[in-house]
T-cell receptor
């Protein structure tokens, strides 16, 4: 089942913060975050395995609420290079342990 | 070398043509994947090879035929495609098969396929 990702699009000015949310209707093993720039390959950002775990990648961090089956990606003091489409991927329990991506959030950072 | 290399970058083919997409990695990864991505959509899994054997086929039509000749190479053979098959085809690899829930995928830049 496809994760529900929101918002669909975000427009920021450089230096502003953003939060992207992802949720599942099923219990999760893990949450994966990728960023894809236009015309490029998706690039791995991070994986979260445990409830409440937060991981960081430069000024990009994420949390995972296992009970609520939700994850949030936090982009702090955004840079122009953060522009792209962010996909969350989830592996749900009781399934075939395949990674299924959400529909994506298009982030645009303007000067 | 942390790259997954895909060729060609662009491909235009007719519905009666036979063509192949190629993917190569030299990271020693033992799992390789084909994803299909339509414009403004997420990647959708097609096939997974685990230790050179097909482990997952996501009910993909037989006009798509994957092949994994060795641990570094992955091919996707195309035959009698339909216009709706036009998409970006992404190859990816990971250290171990996707059954491991904490595996990082390395994606290639993809082949943009147009079927006329």
């Amino acid at each position: 089942q496809q994760p529900v990702q929101s918002p669909q699009a975000v427009i920021l000015r450089e230096g502003e913060d953003a939060v992207i949310n992802c949720s599942s209707s099923k219990a999760l093993y893990s949450v994966h975050w990728y960023r894809q720039k236009h015309g490029e390959a998706p690039v791995f950002l991070m994986i979260l395995l445990k409830g409440g775990e937060q991981k960081g990648h430069d000024k990009i961090s994420a949390s995972f609420n296992e009970k609520k089956q939700q994850s949030s990606l936090y982009l702090t003091a955004s840079q122009l290079s953060y522009s792209g489409t962010y996909f969350c991927g989830m592996i749900t329990q009781g399934g075939s342990e395949k990674l299924v991506f959400g529909k994506g959030t298009k982030l645009t950072v303007n000067p | 070398d942390t790259e997954v290399t895909q060729t060609p970058k662009h491909l235009v083919m007719g519905m009666t043509n036979k063509k192949s997409l190629k993917c190569e990695q030299h990271m020693g990864h033992r799992a390789m994947y084909w994803y299909k991505q339509k414009a403004k959509k997420p990647p959708e899994l097609m096939f997974v090879y685990s230790y050179e054997k097909l482990s997952i086929n996501e009910s993909v039509p037989s006009r798509f035929s994957p092949e994994c000749p060795n641990s570094s190479l992955l091919n996707l053979h195309l035959h009698a495609l339909q216009p709706e098959d036009s998409a970006l085809y992404l190859c990816a690899s990971s250290q171990v098969p996707r059954g491991a829930i904490n595996e990082k995928l390395f994606f290639g830049s993809g082949t943009q396929l147009s079927v006329l």
